[in-house]
């Protein structure tokens, strides 16, 4: 009877191995997860998003400037994962303005062709754009523990075809709320960390999430009736 609980045993491990490394995730709670959008060395201009009050750019009192320092920051970190993991070439709109904002300025009543403007003055395969449309936080020191959600889209768009617009290759909808469990990784408590500090933890976590979209990657696998 032991002998053949030892061979089942070897058979189960050979399974395993034959069966490649998504086993071993699988083992250990983990999935692969495939991108959903291959950029496959084209390089992508990542532009500030936008929100419910400030566009992605804005001309104030003759002044042209990035709309929601919120979404400015966003686009800011997602082309920094981008960038961080090799994915493709990134570049971000904050540092080739202010040639993006006054095209996107003077083209915005036409989205389609605002893209094209910038996209063909600077020569970009592909925009990343998107919009928070809502970002809310609780402050511990009145409401008893730090809470938060923030709830975003984002789109890309390939510009290397013909037309008036790009084509849009992934859209991407979700909402992100705290606490969750990986705000520990992070060394906060949900109890006290300050609304400014937990703003940012939400746009990273908004930035990890946009990036992965992007490259094959490796997540946790979570469980009917449970949250990540």
């Given at each position: 009877?032991?002998?053949?609980?030892?061979?089942?045993?070897?058979?189960?491990?050979?399974?395993?191995?034959?069966?490649?490394?998504?086993?071993?995730?699988?083992?250990?709670?983990?999935?692969?997860?495939?991108?959903?959008?291959?950029?496959?060395?084209?390089?992508?201009?990542?532009?500030?998003?936008?929100?419910?009050?400030?566009?992605?750019?804005?001309?104030?009192?003759?002044?042209?400037?990035?709309?929601?320092?919120?979404g400015a920051l966003l686009a800011e970190l997602a082309g920094a994962y981008i960038a961080n993991?090799?994915?493709?070439?990134?570049?971000?709109?904050?540092?080739?303005?202010?040639?993006?904002?006054?095209?996107?300025?003077?083209?915005?009543?036409?989205?389609?062709?605002?893209?094209?403007?910038i996209s063909n003055a600077l020569e970009a395969d592909l925009i990343l754009i998107g919009e928070?449309?809502?970002?809310?936080?609780?402050?511990?020191?009145?409401?008893?523990?730090?809470?938060?959600?923030?709830?975003?889209?984002?789109?890309?768009?390939?510009?290397?075809?013909?037309?008036?617009?790009?084509?849009?290759?992934?859209?991407?909808?979700?909402?992100?709320?705290?606490?969750?469990?990986?705000?520990?990784?992070?060394?906060?408590?949900?109890?006290?960390?300050?609304?400014?500090?937990?703003?940012?933890?939400?746009?990273?976590?908004?930035?990890?999430?946009?990036?992965?979209?992007?490259?094959?990657?490796?997540?946790?696998?979570?469980?009917?009736?449970?949250?990540?």
């Amino acid at each position: 009877m032991r002998k053949s609980c030892v061979l089942l045993c070897a058979a189960a491990v050979a399974a395993v191995v034959l069966s490649g490394c998504s086993s071993f995730h699988i083992l250990r709670g983990e999935r692969k997860v495939k991108a959903q959008y291959y950029p496959e060395g084209k390089d992508i201009l990542v532009i500030p998003f936008r929100d419910l009050v400030f566009d992605h750019f804005e001309k104030l009192d003759n002044t042209v400037t990035i709309g929601s320092p919120e979404g400015a920051l966003l686009a800011e970190l997602a082309g920094a994962y981008i960038a961080n993991h090799k994915i493709t070439p990134v570049r971000y709109g904050r540092m080739v303005s202010p040639m993006v904002a006054t095209l996107y300025l003077q083209h915005k009543d036409n989205p389609e062709e605002a893209w094209r403007y910038i996209s063909n003055a600077l020569e970009a395969d592909l925009i990343l754009i998107g919009e928070i449309t809502k970002l809310e936080t609780g402050d511990p020191s009145q409401v008893g523990m730090a809470t938060g959600v923030l709830e975003y889209s984002a789109c890309l768009m390939d510009m290397t075809g013909e037309g008036p617009g790009g084509i849009v290759w992934w859209v991407d909808r979700k909402q992100l709320t705290y606490p969750e469990g990986r705000a520990w990784d992070h060394g906060a408590s949900p109890m006290d960390l300050p609304p400014e500090r937990l703003k940012r933890f939400l746009l990273l976590r908004a930035s990890e999430e946009i990036g992965k979209a992007f490259h094959d990657h490796i997540e946790p696998i979570v469980k009917v009736g449970t949250t990540e």
